[in-house]
């Protein structure tokens, strides 16, 4: 799911920001390319990880996975905005914009991975 809604959203912004480039800097393209994808592209993206996460364990009711999905989605966009920043950078600056999505799935592959492992970790005190 996260490919395709990225590779999407990635292009809207590329489409958006494009009119800009000739007339706006380097470094202030790559804040506006930052500000886009860490406070509008990121968030989608997490909801629609989170809502197919919630589908694939078995939920259908829309409203069941719609409540759940809001009761992850801030730490998990916390989780993103502390390190997507110095990815995004790092990509923006030396990646070409046709190989983004790439980069940024296998750091996504890469963090959901650890996510996953993480919350299937048995807590510190807890019954094992």
């Known amino acids: 799911m996260s490919a395709p809604v990225g590779h999407t959203l990635y292009a809207l912004m590329d489409r958006v920001l494009s009119p800009l480039r000739p007339r706006v800097s380097g470094a202030i393209m790559t804040i506006l390319q930052l500000v886009i994808a860490n406070l509008i592209i990121s968030p989608i993206q997490n909801y629609v990880y989170l809502y197919a996460l919630a589908y694939i364990s078995g939920k259908r009711d829309h409203q069941e996975i719609d409540k759940i999905v809001r009761a ?4 998990v966009n916390k989780v993103t905005w502390q390190v997507a920043p110095l990815v995004q950078i790092l990509t923006f600056k030396f990646v070409p914009q046709t190989l983004w999505i790439p980069v940024f799935n296998l750091v996504g592959l ?6 996953n492992v993480l919350s299937k970790k048995p807590k510190q005190g807890g019954k094992k």
């Not at 992850?72 to 730490?75: A, C, E, H, N, S």
């Not at 890469?110 to 996510?115: A, D, L």
């Open 72 to 75: 992850q989605l801030p730490g």
């Open 110 to 115: 890469v963090f959901g991975i650890v996510f």
